[in-house]
């Protein structure tokens, strides 16, 4: 007893200590965020400062972090405060409060097509050259929901689904972000030498950018008819990101890793495995459109951003933690294929997200 306590205070102070290390690398990912795009505005690298999302800072000062940490033998003492899961899940379901519901079913019938079809499309492809290439099955869901839905979102939801390793949701938010940043500029100069139509060129951008700032980006340069159809788009493949962690949920509590014969055994591991808050991402959604609908416009939106801006933080806090955990070992192992994979899958629901769009709002 007289032992016990000591060593379980030692551990709470190292634990808060962790948090604090997480806290100070967010709030500087916070500054930097603001700071890159107003220090390099009006120059040559303004395109570059404005475009580089909160994900990259968090990421990398996380990785910075880890090894100053792992250097000085500190890492694993601290790894209590690292709390990268709850931060992760708070995340996802304020992106929920951020999502009405009644936007996309009076205003988004070719934008809900385009998005079933899309992610289809693209998981499925994804799911098989993975499968072809011998990529184990967490990460083939990981990159195949990054890739067909909405990037690291849609990875989070996945790793929670399928229980994946840090290291494997590490490696796909990077590989997001790596084929995110080029988009934003490549996109619409293809949509204005492709002559094609606002509406069209932002379904294309929307359906096929896989972060929803790089999409507000990308939108932005292409015009704000171009703009609005690509937020419709994004916002209604977010708003699928529950059913297919259902989907995964399922999958891999019934087929992959099931235990035990019985229905009831299944049923219950099918429960154990489900991420909990994807049901706090539709309930917030569900409670965002009922209250858009009761009080006046502006009140709504200073609300909602609200939501994004804690949303922001919690995501900002899961990045750093995540760059906190990170060991390569794993990385190492699965060499270039996830590269190609991904890399792949993105030619994929390019050249499909320019024929649906061009099907469905041309």
């Known amino acids: 007893m007289t032992t016990t306590a000591p060593t379980r205070s030692r551990t709470l102070g190292y634990a808060a200590l962790g948090v604090l290390v997480v806290l100070a690398l967010s709030a500087l990912t916070r500054y930097l965020s603001g700071a890159v795009p107003a220090l390099t505005k009006g120059t040559a690298l303004a395109g570059i400062g404005a475009s580089i999302e909160f994900p990259v800072y968090a990421i990398l ?55 079933i079809l899309l992610i289809t499309i693209v998981f499925g492809f994804s799911w098989w050259l993975g499968g072809r290439l011998g990529l184990e099955d967490k990460l083939r869901a990981l990159l195949s929901s990054a890739v067909a839905i909405c990037g690291v979102s849609a990875a989070i939801a996945a ?21 995110a940043l080029p988009s934003i500029f490549v996109l619409p100069w293809a949509a204005t030498a492709l002559g094609l139509p606002p509406e069209v060129a932002g379904a294309w951008i929307g359906g096929n950018i896989d972060t929803t700032a790089a999409v507000t980006a990308a939108g932005s340069l292409a015009g704000q008819q171009a703009l609005e159809i690509a937020t419709i788009v994004k ?49 917030a959604s569900v409670i965002t459109t009922v209250y858009i609908g009761l009080v006046p416009a502006a009140e709504s939106k200073a609300a909602i951003g609200v939501a994004n801006d804690l949303r922001t933080w919690f995501l900002i806090l899961a990045f750093v933690s995540i760059g906190l955990e990170f060991r390569a070992g794993a990385l190492r192992a699965a060499g270039w294929r996830p590269v190609g994979v991904f890399g792949a899958a993105t030619v994929v629901n390019i050249v499909a997200a320019l024929g649906l769009a061009l099907l469905l709002f041309g």
Not at 94 to 110: C, D, F, R, T
Not at 159 to 179: H, T
């Open 61 to 115: 000062l996380g990785l910075l972090g880890n090894a100053v940490l792992t250097a000085t033998g500190l890492r694993d003492k601290l790894s209590g405060g690292f709390r990268t899961e709850f931060f992760i899940k708070t995340g996802l379901v304020l992106l929920g409060a951020s999502i009405n519901l009644a936007v996309i079913v009076q205003a988004a019938g070719p934008a809900i097509i385009q998005s």
């Open 235 to 283: 916002v209604t493949q977010n708003a699928l990101l529950g059913v297919v962690a259902v989907g995964l949920t399922a999958y891999f509590a019934l087929k992959v890793e099931r235990d035990g014969p019985s229905a009831r055994s299944a049923g219950r591991q099918l429960w154990q495995r489900f991420p909990k808050f994807v049901l706090g991402f539709l309930a």
């Open 159 to 179: 790793a929670g689904a399928v229980q994946a390793k840090k290291e494997q949701l590490a490696y796909s938010a990077s590989l997001v972000i790596v084929f």
